[in-house]
């Protein structure tokens, strides 16, 4: 994509340093496999308002209330995102403004509990997100945090261990959802649960947002009082986080308006804990590339997309399995994979290095009761989000396994990584990324 003729001349010729460091990413997106499960490549339109005027915008507030003048033309971004988001998931109350999904799960925590409160997440080694309760995180200093795991045997969350330890600990807030988790979430059961206890039921579904948007991952939305979202992994959008409701509801701690004394919505305190509780001016051009990216969500190609992302990652489950690798839950529902190589004997470490030489990208992964340090980890997560949006499908992705496979066979091998480097650059120059910039 470097070739296009007018691309980045403005920067080339303002700061030839920074120019450089962008074409080699350019370069390396476009000749790399990206395997990350969390990755994906937006459109172009989405990059042209990402990176438009809107930048430079303060705008703190929300659409016809904000403590800026010049507001209008961001307000109609704004709520054009709201009105796309609200469509995409069936939902009444959404908040485009988080800057990253980090917030949006910090805005919901701050909202429902209390400092000192109990929480309740899954297990980051066997799948959660470090805002899920993580002691280096705010949310496992703030609260106290009973996780729970997955099973051994299934690899599925281990709803007799969710409901003895919901019952015991008494949590005022479940959290479910994760980053590494192959499956569907359970929301049903997690919501059963939730009531025997009085809890509250956060959903995360920052990782299957874009299959949930399409219907083929069930919907948070009847089961969960808050859901959070990140924009940038299957939604195939801007980098960002997102906050949503199936229903806005009077909020049960008794806050009321200071004037008129009404019972204040939940709306309008997750709106104040995002403004000006945690964060100050949003950021205007990733808001209204939210709204492009919902935009694109919104028409029957995005579908088509998703499908071909969950069908793909059935055929490299397939792939892997039948060249005995195990994956965690046997297989996935999703668009992640999550590899347990300890029969390989190589680490998560030595596997991502080796594949990252190959110019394979993917990320290593605890596994669940891995004996290993979170540095070393005995598995691997890929994923098809981004492949896919390279318009790659079932034929490449038996070819992608084995080279993976090649490249796992013998991490130290030279030879044997020289030669699948080689193969994903042709692979990649028959999926070009960004022929926008190409003409
Ligand atoms: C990616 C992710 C997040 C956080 O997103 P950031 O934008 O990186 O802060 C939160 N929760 C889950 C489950 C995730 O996978």
Known sequence: MASGKGAFTFLKNADSKLYEILMRE??????????????????????????????????????????YGGCEHVDEAENLARDRAKQLFNCEYVNVQPHSGSQANMAALMTFIKVGDTIMGLDLAHGGHLTHGSPVNFSGKLYNVVSYQVSRETGRVDFTEVRKLAKEHKPKLVICGGSAYPRHIEFEQFREIADEIGAFLMADIAHPAGLVATGLHPSPMPYCDVVTTTTHKTLRGPRGGMIMMGKDVENPWGVVAPKSGRTKMVSELLNSTVMPGIQGGPLMHIIAAKAV??????????????QEVVNNAQAMADALLSKDYQLVS????????????????????????????????????????????????????????????????????????????????????????????AEVKVLCESFPLYQELHN
Request: no cysteine; aromatic share 8%; proline share 4%.
């Open 293 to 306: 990216a919902f935009g694109e969500a919104l028409e029957p190609k995005f579908k088509l997309y998703t």
């Open 330 to 421: 046997g297989g996935t529902d999703t668009h992640v994979i999550l590899i347990d190589l300890t029969n390989k004997d190589v680490t998560g470490k030595a596997a991502e290095k080796a594949l990252e030489k190959a110019g394979i990208t993917v990320n290593k992964n605890m596994v669940p009761f891995d004996q290993r340090s979170p540095f070393i980890t005995s598995g691997m997560r890929v994923g098809t989000p981004a492949i896919t949006t390279r318009g790659m499908g079932k034929d490449e992705m038996n070819r992608i396994v084995d080279l993976i496979d090649d490249v796992v066979a013998d991490v130290e091998n030279a030879a044997t990584i020289k030669r699948v480097k």
């Open 26 to 67: 350019v370069s390396r997106e476009d000749y790399t496999l990206e395997l990350i499960a969390s990755e994906n490549f937006v459109s172009y339109p989405i990059l042209e308002m990402a990176g438009g005027v809107m930048t430079n915008k303060y705008a703190e507030g929300y659409p016809g209330a904000r403590y």
